[in-house]
């Protein structure tokens, strides 16, 4: 694994002492040239920097959304990290190094930066159902001896999962992360080393249904009932933990962001889902109806999510609490997403010819009913005919169901004491708006970031969820074989 050069000069002739110091300077570099020449497009060999020590964190969760883009500023703000990264091996049987390597190259870094970063890592392959997470023993002892930082980001974040499926992903690897974290702990205090400390990231929608707006209320918690299985076993994690930090006083940071969806600088995601769905089935013109235009879905940047979270883990002052990650009352309407989205696809739209329907605001009864019915439709359909595409239109409806709670249903996330802790804690500010907001004058007071995202979706085609090129040739196919219905369509 780690590998230490080790460089021993006789001193014991004066004479030789010029010729001897020249050929190791000549020896180092000609390490590094060769180092550097055989690794310009493979994997790396990790190195340890004994220099200074290196601060050694154990990461789940990169390979997800959210968690590489925390590595990244990690990787700018602290001098000398060492990582572990928690990897399950992937689909096909992929080898979880490289399922970290790829992960790593996809990441928003330089050359020298990415080979840094493998240099400085190691990739842990995990099963969360085994004992110790299926880590190999002598890893395990490894993690307690050298981890002074875990950030447990891992999450199965599907909202239609049953509860006992889920809850391996949610609850137990939740638990099995902080008897790991308890071994370091112990360890750490043992050999009179700095403590440890958990950075845990929850959800802001644990708190479930609620009628009033979501409150701050640590230490205590007293969540309302679960949207779906995601929000219960998210919630019941972050009970356990709250637990620990009540009545053992351990380092436990947890982190409760809302949606987070593409970044404010560049508008980049590196997952389409939730918003984004919506956002694409109203192109597509397959959402003709929805409801709540008023509501204000809390959507928050990752990149200003990932640089709190590794602003408090590189500074390390703060140690014990939660940290809302929202939007607050700061977040824009529905109806401005939908207009503002509606005018810039219209305007910029890749597919000549294609004709985007404005949605229809209707009341949420109606709404809630309409879908019920399209999905009894659906379901007597496959039921009779057995056709698969039946059976893929119900998916999408409950994939649907499981977001409108997000969404058009009502959450509101007070903020004011994590805005203050972010304030005192990190260099960030008050999360990106979204929209424009303006003073009662109508002066822009802060400028939005939407049009980026917009224009993601439309440079990616939703990450290559819709191929323009085929909805392209569609249009023409069927503008030459009902150009009347066209014609119809363009008109409403
Ligand atoms: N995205 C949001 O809008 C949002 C909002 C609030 C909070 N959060 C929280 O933020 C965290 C990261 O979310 P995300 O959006 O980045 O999720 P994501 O893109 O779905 O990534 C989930 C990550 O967790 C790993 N994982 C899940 N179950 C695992 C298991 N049993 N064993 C090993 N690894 C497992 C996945 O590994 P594989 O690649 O092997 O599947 C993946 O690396 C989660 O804790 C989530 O609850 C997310």
């Not at 009970?239 to 560049?266: H, N, Q, S, W, Y």
């Amino acid at each position: 694994m780690g590998r230490v050069i080790f460089l021993k000069l006789d001193m014991s002739s004066e004479s030789c002492h010029f010729f001897r110091i020249t050929l190791a300077v000549f020896r180092i570099a000609w390490f590094f040239r060769q180092h550097s020449a055989a690794n310009r497009n493979i994997t790396l060999t990790p190195v340890r920097t004994e220099a200074r020590l290196p601060m050694n964190y154990f990461i789940t969760g990169i390979t997800g959304t959210v968690v590489p883009i925390i590595v990244e500023e990690l990787m700018k703000k602290d001098a000398n990290p060492y990582f572990y990264f928690a990897i399950r091996r992937g689909k096909k049987d992929m080898d979880v190094q490289e399922r970290f390597e790829t992960t790593a190259n996809s990441m928003d870094l330089s050359y020298s930066q990415k080979e840094s970063l493998i240099q400085r890592s190691t990739a842990v392959e995990i099963d969360v159902e085994n004992e110790n997470m299926g880590i190999d023993t002598a890893m395990y002892r490894e993690l307690i001896e050298n981890v002074e930082k875990i950030l447990h980001g891992a999450a199965d974040v599907r909202f239609d999962q049953p509860y006992e499926n889920i809850k391996i992903s949610n609850v137990d690897f939740t638990k099995k992360m902080y008897a790991l974290f308890e071994e370091i702990k112990e360890n750490r205090k043992a050999s009179g080393q700095s403590p440890a400390t958990l950075y845990y990231i929850s959800t802001g929608y644990a708190y479930g249904i609620y009628k009033k707006p979501i409150p701050e209320d640590y230490p205590d918690f007293n969540p309302g009932k679960p949207d779906n299985t995601y929000a219960q076993t998210k919630a019941e994690a972050k009970k356990f933990l709250l637990d620990k930090i009540r009545r053992l006083d351990d380092r436990i940071v947890i982190f409760e962001p809302t949606i987070i969806g593409g970044a404010a600088g560049t508008g980049k995601t590196r997952a389409y889902n939730l918003h984004y769905v919506v956002m694409m089935l109203g192109y597509l013109g397959k959402l003709p109806f929805l409801t709540a235009p008023e509501n204000r879905p809390d959507i928050v940047p990752v990149d200003w999510v990932a640089a709190v979270i590794s602003d408090i883990m590189s500074k390390d002052q703060y140690h014990r609490g939660t940290l809302r990650l929202s939007m607050g009352s700061r977040s824009a309407t529905i109806r401005y997403m939908h207009d503002m989205g509606y005018h810039y696809y219209t305007a910029n739209d890749p597919v000549p010819g294609h004709v985007i329907p404005k949605i229809r605001f209707v009341p949420r009864w109606l709404f809630l009913s309409m879908i019920q019915i399209q999905k009894g439709w659906y379901s007597s359909l496959y039921f009779v005919t057995g056709m698969r595409r039946y059976r893929k239109i119900i998916k999408g409806i409950q994939l649907l169901e499981g977001y409108f709670p997000y969404i058009t249903g009502y959450k509101v996330f007070e903020n004011e004491k994590s805005t203050e802790l972010i304030r005192k804690y990190t260099d960030c500010r008050p999360a990106p708006a979204l929209h424009e907001i303006r003073d009662d004058e109508g002066n822009i007071i802060e400028k939005g970031y939407y049009r980026k995202i917009l224009a993601d979706t439309l440079e990616t085609g939703w990450g290559g969820m819709i191929d323009f090129e085929r909805l392209k040739k569609r249009e023409m196919h069927s503008k030459s074989k009902n150009p009347k219905k066209v014609f119809g369509t363009l008109r409403k």
